[in-house]
């Protein structure tokens, strides 16, 4: 466990070896804790460790996780930031925020988030799934529902959740039929930081099975 915490380290692995030890047992004890579901206090750790080596992107990501388990999708949001500095191209990550993104209202961020996941892991079937929801929110248009359509296949070849599947394609094709019979349909208002926010996506919650799914390879 201490050598692939360790490893973790990069360039920085310039930090003496005691604080490395440090770090590698409070981030095992965070780990024990949240399969214990003791949320609250794996936090807290996951703070501590981060106070010992602030640059540990799977410290940062397990601190969102908690977060989004306990349903605090916004304070997850900048915990997932922080892990994709130190690691950009996490798929787990990746995921984790566009789904938070599209939880906020933030759909452009989470057009985003799914564009680099799919730059990441293209053969991911959530990674496409994803990317075709956010473009049926902001792209309502004969072109942005054919480029979701075509995303939908996508995530059906990749073995994405058939439920989603069926829910999002349901979606796209009634606002394709709307298109046809003339109605013009306005894209999802963005979220900006300065606060204002466009309609969120149903939370849901965020249980073990979920983040073991985020948890993409």
């Known amino acids: 466990a201490r050598r692939a915490w360790a490893a973790e380290g990069g360039a920085d692995l310039a930090l003496n070896a005691d604080a490395l030890s440090e770090h590698a047992q409070t981030a095992h004890e965070a780990c024990q804790d949240l399969a214990n579901d003791n949320l609250r206090l794996a936090m807290k750790i996951f703070e501590a460790a981060l106070q010992i080596y602030p640059k540990c992107p799977r410290a940062h990501q397990e601190l969102g996780f908690c977060r989004l388990r306990l349903l605090e999708s916004k304070a997850a949001e900048p915990s997932l930031e922080a892990a994709l500095i130190y690691d950009p191209l996490s798929p787990a990550m990746l995921a984790a925020l566009g789904e938070v993104r599209m939880m906020l209202g933030d759909w452009e961020g989470a057009e985003q988030s799914y564009t680099r996941l799919t730059l990441a892991a293209p053969h991911c079937g959530p990674a496409w799934l994803g990317l075709a929801r956010a473009a049926a929110k902001i792209h309502p248009t004969p072109q942005g529902l054919q480029t979701a359509q075509n995303n939908l296949d996508r995530a059906e070849r990749m ?47 965020f249980g073990p099975n979920m983040l073991d799914t985020l948890r993409l390879p």
């Open 159 to 205: 073995g994405a959740d058939p439920g989603k599947l069926v829910s999002t394609r349901k979606s796209v094709l009634e606002l394709v039929a709307r298109l046809e019979r003339g109605e013009r349909i306005p894209p999802a208002p963005g979220r900006h930081r300065a606060g204002r926010q466009g309609p969120a996506a149903p939370a849901a919650p």
